[in-house]
């Protein structure tokens, strides 16, 4: 990822920390799994297209052919 997305995402993380201060563990899971899906959702589509596959696969070091 770009450097400047890793910032937004990092930002957006700093914010809702705050805000899962109360949550119950399920709760904290799904904000856990929101927030990976939206660090690769870089088009902000609400889908993950083949280029973010790509780069999930390749994070988790699983080219993907």
């Given amino acids: ?4 997305e890793r910032r937004v995402v990092k ?8 805000a899962r201060k109360g949550m119950s ?4 899971r799904r904000w856990d799994a ?3 899906f939206l660090l690769f959702d870089t ?3 609400e889908e ?3 280029e973010e596959f790509q780069a999930i696969m390749e994070e988790l070091c699983m ?3």
């Fill in 1 to 4: 990822l770009v450097k400047a």
């Fill in 11 to 18: 930002a957006a993380r700093k914010e809702a920390s705050a």
């Fill in 25 to 28: 563990e399920q709760e904290k």
């Fill in 34 to 36: 929101r927030d990976a």
């Fill in 43 to 45: 088009d902000a589509s």
């Fill in 48 to 50: 993950i297209d083949l």
């Fill in 63 to 65: 080219p993907y052919v």
